[in-house]
């Protein structure tokens, strides 16, 4: 079994001055029956990335139903941690709210950035978000040193659990990453405790970077999608039963030579809708040619 695309969902024209290019990381958020609400990052001319949104029915995904141009949330004040940009993580509906776990980027001089992990709030699906702090709610610490990446939260018996991107080293130049994927505890959300283990690597040398986790659970066991660089950037997943031991699995999605998923596949996420999974992902260039969604066959 694997994804059978359907195609490309949406890519900015540029008429935009904060939506210039790029539409990457896509969310999707349920509104009513087949109507969900998918949130994306866009770039302005400085490369800042902000939060945006459309609206898509499933029965015509390919054909959005209206785009917010406004931003939902956009890149901070100077000096805070997310003044270079915002990048979204996952969602999670929380009471009467819904909590947007993000990445704030900050670029850097001896390195290309460093990043941390933000936390905005909304009641609804179409308004702008609002930031708990200035600051992030998790930085880099004694157990990640260098970089923070692309936050998974999930909720489960009143424990809440984060899968997110760390570097072990940067290396000579920006491709040369030492990434990978760990955990973190919280008991409200907001304050975390993190711990020095690697929760999943695809290398004994930890020189393959994998990034932007999606968590899957059910009774057969648990799915992790992610991205991966071995040359272009793909979509890799892992399956384990308990949670804790993972087998790397053959990549369900393959590039269209030509078009513009012909070069890259990056940033998944996993969604339900009328009976169905769907795959949202990003194309060529981290998502300079937009986003495109698939179905599980």
């Known amino acids: 079994m694997s994804w059978r695309k359907l195609g490309l969902v949406f890519c900015p024209d540029g008429r935009d001055p904060l939506m210039k290019s790029h539409a990457s990381h896509p969310v999707a958020l349920h509104q009513e029956a087949g109507i969900y609400r998918i949130f994306f990052c866009s770039r302005d001319e400085e490369n800042r990335s902000s939060i945006f949104s459309l609206l898509i029915d499933l029965e015509r995904p390919l054909k959005p139903l209206e785009v917010r141009t406004e931003p939902h949330l956009s890149f901070g004040q100077r000096g805070s941690f997310d003044e270079s940009g915002v990048t979204l993580g996952n969602i999670l509906r929380v009471g009467h709210e819904n909590w947007i776990y993000y990445l704030g980027w900050n ?111 059910s009774a057969q066991g648990n799915r992790l999608w992610y991205c991966y660089k071995e040359g272009p950037y793909r979509i890799g997943n892992s399956f384990s039963i308990d949670g804790l031991h993972w087998n790397r699995e053959k990549d369900p999605i393959a590039l269209s030579p030509g078009e513009w998923d012909g070069e890259m596949l990056c940033y998944p996420s996993v969604f339900f809708g009328l009976g169905k999974r769907y795959l949202l992902y990003c194309g060529n260039g981290y998502g300079k040619t937009g986003f495109g969604i698939a179905v599980w066959d």
């Open 107 to 217: 670029l850097a001089n001896t390195v290309p950035w460093r990043n941390a992990i933000g936390l905005a709030l909304c009641s609804g699906g179409n308004e702008e978000f609002r930031r708990v702090s200035i600051g992030p709610v998790l930085d880099r610490n004694v157990n990640d040193p260098f970089t923070l990446s692309y936050p998974f939260v999930t909720l489960e018996n009143q424990r809440w659990s984060m899968l997110y991107g760390s570097h072990l080293k940067w290396g000579d130049t920006k491709e040369d990453m030492h990434h990978i994927l760990k955990s973190a505890s919280s008991e409200d959300g907001i304050l975390w405790k993190t711990n020095s283990d690697i929760f999943l690597s695809l290398d004994d040398e930890n020189r393959i970077p994998v990034s932007r986790p999606w968590l899957e659970k």
